[in-house]
């Protein structure tokens, strides 16, 4: 492909977001955050493990569809992420949780990117030949495995156990500053 067309290519990631992010939005506020995290990690390991199969004759619309997939992930796991983050903070102290999780957030991206580049580096070389798309697969099945943790987390830190956690050390959050 061309690099033009590379770049559509991951437009199926970018509309998803588009369209999902909001919805992930609308299911935290109606309180479904256990919801919106669970299609997260399931959308991104799918679309992830959809992925472990790629070669260099995989149909662009099989790579599409994976993008897709992941891509509704990506959008439905912000809100959830940022109320997690905020929710559990006495409100004065609300802006710096949302901080905190917006530069985890960056983090991760720039540690996920590392990590791609770092596990498919042995086909690098190969970049045009078939021995490069297989190069990507155990990125792919990493991505997967935390997709799934993302539903575990998800399941476990919205449950009642947590939510009796909060309140047990509400207490110790909102004491003033000496």
Not at 60 to 77: C, D, Q, S
Request: aromatic letters at 6%; one cysteine or more.
């Amino acid at each position: 492909m061309s690099a033009a067309q590379a770049g559509l290519a991951t437009l199926p990631i970018a509309l998803a977001l588009m369209v999902c992010s909001p919805l992930s939005g609308r299911l935290v506020a109606a309180d479904r955050a256990r919801l919106a995290l669970v299609l997260a990690g399931g959308a991104m390991a799918t679309g992830a493990l959809l992925l472990t199969t790629l070669a260099q004759d995989t149909p662009v619309t099989y790579l599409l569809a994976a993008y897709g997939i992941f891509g509704v992930g990506l959008g439905m796991v912000n809100a959830p992420i940022t109320n997690a983050a905020v929710s559990g903070m006495p409100r004065s102290r609300a802006g710096i949780a949302s901080a905190v999780a917006s530069t985890s957030r960056q983090v991760g991206a720039s540690l996920g990117v590392a990590l791609a580049g770092s596990l498919a580096g042995a086909g690098i070389e190969s970049a045009y030949r078939p021995g490069f798309a297989a190069a990507t697969h155990v990125f792919f099945w990493v991505s997967a495995g935390l997709g799934t943790a993302i539903v575990v987390l998800g399941i476990v830190s919205t449950g009642p156990r947590a939510r009796a956690s909060a309140v047990r050390v509400a207490f110790l959050l909102d004491r003033p500053r000496r």
